[in-house]
């Protein structure tokens, strides 16, 4: 499986976007799904991340509420719907995907996408 991430842009504070991390290849479903960022000067964090079913879904406290992650297995695609956004959500944001669960930990993420940056302006 390879990953592509694209939606990210430059939006004012409390907008929104919708990242997109479409997938290649025909195991797509088989893996737990995940966003994480990474700012100037800071280390990768997590942002969310989805079953390989879609039904289990969590997300860092700094997001919850305003981000929402979903999947589409028939289009190989994983999205992160966000909104409200503030200016310390600023990023680049990757996706990846793992066999080892839904997790928080980057580690446990075996693939990863090439990022794709959110600037938000204040």
């Known amino acids: 499986v390879q990953l592509q991430a694209s939606g990210g842009g430059l939006v004012q504070a409390g907008g929104s976007l919708r990242l997109s991390c479409a997938a290649s290849?025909?195991?797509?479903?088989?893996?737990?799904m995940g966003w994480f960022r990474q700012a100037p000067g800071k280390e990768r964090e997590f942002v969310a991340t989805i079953s390989w079913s879609g039904i289990s879904k969590y997300y860092a406290d700094s997001v919850k509420g305003r981000f929402t992650i979903s999947r589409d297995n028939a289009k190989n695609t994983v999205y992160l719907q966000m909104n409200t956004l503030k200016p310390e959500d600023t990023a680049v944001y990757y996706c990846?995907?793992?066999?080892?669960?839904?997790?928080?930990?980057?580690?446990?993420?075996?693939?990863w996408g090439q990022g794709t940056q959110v600037t938000v302006s204040s």
């Open positions: 990846a995907a793992s066999l080892a669960g839904s997790s928080r930990l980057s580690d446990d993420y075996d693939l």
């Open positions: 290849g025909r195991t797509f479903d088989n893996y737990d």
